[in-house]
T-cell receptor, first 113, second 113 residues
Framework: NAGVTQTPKFRVLKTGQSMTLLCAQDMNHEYMYWYRQDPGMGLRLIHY???????AKGEVPDGYNVSRLKKQNFLLGLESAAPSQTSVYFCASSPLGTPDTQYFGPGTRLTVL | QQQVKQSPQSLIVQKGGISIINCAYENTAFDYFPWYQQFPGKGPALLIAIRPDVSEKKEGRFTISFNKSAKQFSLHIMDSQPGDSATYFCAATYDTGGFKTIFGAGTRLFVKA
């Protein structure tokens, strides 16, 4: 089991560019989440999904879009990157039986210049 | 209020000592209180968790104490070891049709050998 994997590990963008972060899990989990982690602020929920084809907004959704076309994948898109989106992004998943127990990926470090 | 307030921001403890990290919350809808441990360059990993109907939970050297009336909970690490040096996040989860988790800002623990 690879658990939760994230692609890419690092990325540098220029302001206005777009990109997609990919999260994949092989644990057959129903729930998936995208967080951003900034110094001194813990992790903040961007968007989440309670199942294939469903998505919902978290605490800080502005500037991001998500899609969950397949159960095992959860994509996070930045349509027009801004320096304020410089952060470390973590994906997580949790199973139907214990949905409040989350398993995190290794993170993607994104810098927007 | 959605916030979870965590203190201290950083903590230095001698090897063999007790590390104590405190958290407070406002929203009485929270029904699950996990602690996550994060090493540099890695994603957070669930360490221990408690539900509000229990006042204490112990797993090895790690203990959560929970005070429902005060809306506070804390993590105690007994016999702290250099390998415990990491960032610790408290969190609180509630069900809104998806399980939203609000994280504290984190405590950076350093255990001196």
């Amino acid at each position: 089991n690879a658990g939760v994997t994230q692609t890419p590990k690092f990325r540098v963008l220029k302001t206005g560019q777009s990109m997609t972060l990919l999260c994949a899990q092989d644990m057959n989990h129903e729930y998936m989440y995208w967080y951003r982690q900034d110094p001194g602020m813990g992790l903040r929920l961007i968007h989440y999904s309670v199942g294939e084809g469903t998505t919902a907004k978290g605490e800080v959704p502005d500037g991001y879009n998500v899609s969950r076309l397949k159960k095992q994948n959860f994509l996070l898109g930045l349509e027009s990157a801004a320096p304020s989106q410089t952060s470390v992004y973590f994906c997580a998943s949790s199973p139907l039986g214990t949905p409040d127990t989350q398993y995190f990926g290794p993170g993607t470090r994104l810098t927007v210049l | 209020q959605q916030q979870v307030k965590q203190s201290p921001q950083s903590l230095i403890v001698q090897k063999g000592g007790i590390s104590i990290i405190n958290c407070a919350y406002e929203n009485t809808a929270f029904d699950y209180f996990p602690w996550y441990q994060q090493f540099p360059g890695k994603g957070p990993a669930l360490l221990i968790a408690i539900r509000p109907d229990v006042s204490e939970k112990k797993e090895g050297r790690f203990t959560i104490s929970f005070n429902k009336s005060a809306k506070q909970f804390s993590l105690h690490i007994m016999d702290s070891q250099p390998g415990d040096s990491a960032t610790y996040f408290c969190a609180a989860t509630y069900d809104t049709g998806g399980f939203k988790t609000i994280f504290g800002a984190g405590t950076r623990l350093f255990v001196k050998a």
